[in-house]
């Protein structure tokens, strides 16, 4: 067994536990398998083990993998998006993760709109209000999705959040419980014509808590691929 699909292996075995203490079904949570800095090779394996969705956060990563592995793959764009990227994502992602400016809302718009598709987006929310992280904060969500609510190209499906880096997992939860109540908080007043049904929450180190909490996509990557190497 490789280590990929070993660790694959303890991943699942993971997810249904957290799914099972907190009464939740297995399909309800969406594993995104984060390749980032990975080769394909480390792609491919992962796809033999059966999975489908990949989670990557660089443009030119993007377009360099979905190039050389055209095989029906759902890619998510999870990392911060530059306004002037925006153009190579139709049609190559089904999910952008990080929108959390008005301009790059817009510009997701503009570009979806020449491909003639919708994009399904997440707004991504600095929970913690940690200064090295991008994304709104919670007060200011509400008034963000009513300013892009009736963009005809973009589909408004949830909520990201990416929680400290922390040897405790437990230190997080109140973070994912703040970003799934924000969620209901906001379809409850009826703002979005489609009530958001989308928590991306949850990495490596806190993925089971995320569950706990709600979250239907959670983004693991070193706990799949290994350490990652970001001096070669
Ligand atoms: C890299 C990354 C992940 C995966 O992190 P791991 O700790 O390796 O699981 C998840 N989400 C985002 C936005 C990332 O950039």
């Known amino acids: 067994m490789s280590m990929i699909e070993e660790n694959l292996k303890e991943v699942e075995k993971r997810i249904q536990k957290a799914c099972e203490r907190s009464g939740r079904d297995r399909s309800e949570v969406t594993l995104?398998?984060?390749s980032k800095t990975k080769p394909v090779s480390d792609v491919r394996e992962a796809m033999r083990c059966g999975?489908?969705?990949?989670?990557e956060n660089k443009v030119q990563e993007i377009k360099d993998k979905t190039?050389?592995?055209?095989?029906k793959l759902?890619?998510?764009?999870i990392g911060?998006?530059?306004t002037n990227k925006v153009k190579y994502l139709p049609g190559r992602v089904c999910m952008i993760h990080s929108v959390d400016n008005i301009k790059l809302a817009e510009e997701i718009e503009k570009q979806a709109a020449k491909h003639e598709l919708v994009m399904d987006i997440l707004c991504e929310v600095n929970v913690a209000e940690e200064d090295s992280k991008f994304?709104?904060?919670?007060?200011?969500?509400?008034?963000f999705i009513r300013d892009i609510k009736d963009f005809e190209h973009i589909n408004v499906r949830g909520l990201m959040t990416i929680a400290p880096y922390t040897d405790d997992p437990e230190s997080n939860r109140k973070y994912f419980a703040t970003l799934r109540k924000l969620m209901n908080d906001i379809n409850d007043t009826g703002?979005?014509?489609?009530?958001m049904d989308v928590l991306s929450m949850g990495m490596t180190g806190d993925y089971e808590v995320a569950i706990e909490e709600g979250a239907t996509f959670i983004r693991v990557?070193?706990?799949i691929f290994g350490e990652r190497n970001y001096n070669i």
């Open 221 to 223: 990557g070193t706990g």
């Open 51 to 55: 999975i489908t969705v990949f989670g």
């Open 135 to 143: 994304g709104l904060k919670v007060e200011n969500v509400p008034d």
């Open 80 to 82: 911060h998006l530059q």
């Open 74 to 77: 759902d890619w998510h764009m």
């Open 67 to 71: 190039e050389e592995i055209t095989e």
């Open 191 to 195: 703002i979005l014509k489609n009530r």
């Open 32 to 34: 995104i398998a984060v």
